[in-house]
């Protein structure tokens, strides 16, 4: 039930096949998967296996971001990589939203992984970063892209607002909250990402009692916890 609900998800908010989601209790929560995911993403880059040999200070990632929820500091300190470790991107004029062509130069400048976390939809006045100008950038940078959809991925069903969206669907994860316009109790929210392979290796959660992930994984072995209600409900 809960795979048939999330796909019924995927598909009402027009993202590709090869996203799959996982139930977390929260935008705090899925913003912290993905970003596990990206922090297992970047030690790949240094030959560092991090579920398994724990985070190297030359491959952990450095994140930037031009008004991010205030979850993703935090995600990034329970990682162990640092509230230190995000960095400001200039923001455009009057705006929430991150000014895009300053952020080539913040990019070449660093030696580390890099993660771009995206915000659709900021809290205090619901603006949304260019999610396609960002993607566009991966031409020519190699980077994870996170886009907090926490509050925005709703805007993605209404056809006078869904080009605020443009270019999500090229995201590595995404946090969606369905507390938010979904209306439904907390807690309750997805992480969608494109790479199961790391999220297996990050969350995988083996014991004679317990499934083994296979092909077709229990959500035990996709998110944090191993108990958790009937989020699909």
């Known amino acids: 039930l809960e795979a048939e609900t ?17 139930f977390v209790s929260g935008a705090t929560m899925s913003n912290f998967v993905s970003l596990a995911l990206a922090r297992e ?15 190297d ?23 162990g990589l640092g509230r230190a470790s995000l960095r400001p991107v200039p923001l455009l004029s009057g ?31 619901g603006d949304f970063d260019s999610i396609d100008a960002i993607a566009d950038l991966r031409a020519s940078h190699d980077f994870w892209l996170h886009v907090d959809a926490a509050f925005g ?22 946090c969606v909250d369905l507390h938010k316009w979904l209306n439904v109790p907390y807690d309750s ?15 995988a959660n083996t014991a004679d009692y317990l499934s083994h992930p296979g092909d077709d994984p229990e959500p035990i072995h996709l998110a944090p916890e191993n108990s958790h209600r009937w989020r699909a409900l």
Request: proline fraction near 6%; charge should be neutral; include cysteine.
């Open 6 to 22: 999330l796909e019924m998800l995927r598909v009402l908010l027009g993202l590709p096949p090869e996203f799959n989601g996982v």
């Open 41 to 55: 993403w970047a030690g790949r880059r240094y030959g560092v296996r991090v579920g398994e040999q724990g985070v």
């Open 57 to 79: 200070s030359a491959s952990s990632p450095v994140v930037f971001a031009g008004s991010p929820h205030s979850s993703v500091g935090k995600a990034l300190s329970m990682l």
């Open 95 to 125: 705006r929430e939203a991150m000014a895009t062509d300053d952020l080539p130069a913040l990019l070449d400048a660093e030696t580390r992984p890099c993660v771009v976390v995206a915000s659709a939809g900021t809290v205090n006045t």
């Open 153 to 174: 991925a709703f805007a993605g069903l209404s056809p006078a607002t869904a080009s605020l969206l443009g270019g999500w669907q090229r995201a590595d994860s995404i």
């Open 189 to 203: 929210a997805v992480c969608f990402t494109r790479h199961r392979d790391l999220q297996l290796d990050v969350f």
